[in-house]
């Protein structure tokens, strides 16, 4: 399990209430020390001005870099919710490397100058006592809970227009932003093409070669490493990358140049390469056509994706303590979602009946596991749709459509 937050930029008004709250029941004396602060953003030139606020705290990410730079090890990430707790005794004063990595400034220093972090006010945690912040909230902007529950019932992305990037360290916290996920688009956008009326048939090319060019070859095999061999990329990080593509670049990109656009995207937010060397490496191919990439001779590396490409796909079903929801010829009715990030449910699928078809097991969550919030796994079935439900009397008779599906897109019908 991992315990996050949920924070609704629409209805924060910047008051403050919450960080108040979690000063005093914290005992934090006066100053600029606060485990929980609202930072807030202007933008735009008069008249068209506008405010909005974003939190600043522990986000027990993921992949938390302030545990990675303890040299004590005086911070770590609790297996049982998620959490990263300071152990006082360990911390050395006036050490701060952790604050120096944290992109969200999370460990705070106050008397005695050993680091404090948010730890989603443990002692008072439950249904009756939530956190002190989200108690606080007026505007019931904030919220705690497990991440697979926060995003079951709320729409939400780590990704907003002024927060840190979230690629290199996965916060656990799910933002609905006042104005366009950071990075991304609406996936109701020309991006979910699967099932819309109108498109036509599919035209198969006779005699289809693999790739239609070399580049096209290099791009499957530079993707096929970075993903299966290095750890580097994820399947589901691929797709929301494709997703957020420009909606004309989209549309009239062949597929492994879609590829090579996510592929990129996804290794400047996690700081491996930046924009500026992958610029520069443009030009120079550009202003000389003819140059050959530099290649760099590195057994050890050779050796060690030749035995990961042995090993074959790893595979994404997990062990879940909890039990289906759902069986066999259960009715259900899939959720009418309107994300801001990836997921798998379709647009022409949402808020239609079903029948349960088949249980496969449980899956990492790709609704989570594209922006780096965790596995999440849950139950995925196989549900039958009629075609009338998707399309309509205008469906072809005797239609019957498949989709695998995970649980928490799913309703009893």
Same mark, same amino acid.
């Given at each position: 399990?991992?315990?996050?937050?949920?924070?609704?930029?629409?209805?924060?008004?910047?008051?403050?209430?919450?960080?108040?709250?979690?000063?005093?029941?914290?005992?934090?004396?006066?100053?600029?020390?606060?485990?929980?602060?609202?930072?807030?953003?202007?933008?735009?030139?008069?008249?068209?001005?506008?405010?909005?606020?974003f939190p600043l705290a522990c986000f027990h990410c993921a992949r938390p870099v302030c545990?990675?730079?303890?040299?004590?090890?005086?911070?770590?990430?609790?297996?049982?919710?998620?959490?990263?707790?300071?152990?006082?005794?360990?911390?050395?004063?006036?050490?701060?490397?952790?604050?120096?990595?944290?992109?969200?400034?999370?460990?705070?220093?106050?008397?005695?100058?050993?680091?404090?972090?948010?730890?989603?006010?443990?002692?008072?945690?439950?249904?009756?006592?939530?956190?002190?912040?989200?108690?606080?909230?007026?505007?019931?902007?904030?919220?705690?809970?497990?991440?697979?529950?926060?995003?079951?019932?709320?729409?939400?992305?780590?990704?907003?227009?002024?927060?840190?990037?979230?690629?290199?360290t996965g916060p656990a916290i799910l933002l609905r932003g006042k104005h366009a996920v950071?990075?991304?688009?609406?996936?109701?956008?020309?991006?979910?093409?699967?099932?819309?009326?109108?498109?036509?048939?599919?035209?198969?090319?006779?005699?289809? *070669?693999?790739? &239609?060019?070399?580049?096209? $070859?290099?791009?499957? @095999?530079?993707?096929? !490493?970075?993903? %299966?061999?290095? +750890?580097?990329?994820?399947?589901?990080?691929?797709?929301?990358?494709?997703?957020?593509?420009?909606?004309?670049?989209?549309?009239?990109?062949?597929?492994?140049?879609?590829?090579?656009?996510?592929?990129?995207?996804?290794?400047?937010?996690?700081?491996?390469?930046?924009?500026?060397?992958?610029?520069?490496?443009?030009?120079?191919?550009?202003?000389?056509?003819?140059?050959?990439?530099?290649?760099?001779?590195?057994?050890?590396?050779?050796?060690?994706?030749?035995?990961?490409?042995?090993?074959?796909?790893?595979?994404?079903?997990?062990?879940?303590?909890?039990?289906?929801?759902?069986?066999?010829?259960?009715?259900?009715?899939?959720?009418?979602?309107? *994300?801001?990030? &990836?997921?798998?449910?379709? $647009?022409?699928?949402? @808020?239609?009946?079903? !029948?349960?078809? %088949?249980?496969? +097991?449980?899956?990492?969550?790709?609704?989570?596991?594209?922006?780096?919030?965790?596995?999440?796994?849950?139950?995925?079935?196989?549900?039958?749709?009629?075609?009338?439900?998707?399309?309509?009397?205008?469906?072809?008779?005797?239609?019957?459509?498949?989709?695998?599906?995970?649980?928490?897109?799913?309703?009893?019908?």
């Amino acid at each position: 399990m991992q315990l996050g937050f949920h924070f609704d930029q629409t209805r924060c008004t910047g008051c403050e209430a919450c960080v108040v709250a979690c000063k005093d029941w914290k005992d934090l004396p006066a100053g600029p020390a606060a485990l929980l602060r609202i930072v807030p953003v202007e933008e735009g030139r008069f008249p068209a001005l506008s405010l909005r606020f974003f939190p600043l705290a522990c986000f027990h990410c993921a992949r938390p870099v302030c545990v990675e730079e303890c040299p004590t090890e005086a911070l770590r990430k609790r297996p049982e919710d998620g959490v990263v707790v300071v152990d006082g005794e360990l911390c050395l004063i006036g050490c701060r490397l952790c604050a120096d990595a944290c992109p969200y400034q999370a460990p705070q220093f106050a008397s005695g100058g050993t680091a404090r972090l948010c730890d989603l006010c443990a002692d008072r945690r439950g249904p009756a006592q939530p956190p002190v912040c989200v108690a606080a909230c007026p505007q019931r902007a904030l919220d705690v809970a497990p991440l697979e529950k926060l995003q079951n019932r709320y729409n939400g992305d780590s990704r907003l227009r002024g927060f840190p990037d979230p690629g290199r360290t996965g916060p656990a916290i799910l933002l609905r932003g006042k104005h366009a996920v950071w990075g991304g688009l609406d996936v109701n956008g020309v991006h979910d093409l699967g099932g819309m009326h109108g498109l036509g048939r599919v035209q198969r090319e006779k005699d289809e *070669p693999v790739f &239609h060019a070399e580049w096209e $070859r290099n791009v499957f @095999g530079i993707s096929y !490493v970075l993903g %299966r061999a290095a +750890g580097l990329l994820t399947t589901d990080e691929g797709r929301f990358a494709r997703e957020s593509m420009p909606p004309l670049h989209y549309l009239a990109a062949r597929y492994y140049e879609r590829s090579l656009y996510a592929m990129t995207r996804n290794l400047v937010q996690k700081g491996v390469i930046t924009e500026e060397e992958l610029d520069a490496r443009a030009q120079l191919f550009r202003s000389s056509p003819g140059t050959r990439p530099p290649r760099t001779e590195s057994p050890g590396l050779l050796e060690m994706v030749e035995q990961r490409m042995l090993r074959g796909r790893r595979s994404t079903e997990r062990q879940v303590a909890e039990q289906p929801r759902f069986r066999v010829d259960d009715p259900v009715m899939t959720r009418n979602i309107n *994300p801001k990030g &990836h997921t798998r449910l379709p $647009r022409y699928a949402r @808020g239609k009946h079903a !029948v349960i078809a %088949r249980l496969h +097991g449980a899956f990492i969550f790709p609704d989570t596991y594209a922006h780096g919030l965790g596995e999440n796994p849950q139950y995925v079935y196989s549900v039958r749709f009629d075609g009338q439900e998707l399309w309509g009397a205008e469906a072809e008779p005797n239609t019957v459509v498949y989709l695998d599906l995970w649980e928490s897109y799913l309703t009893p019908g």
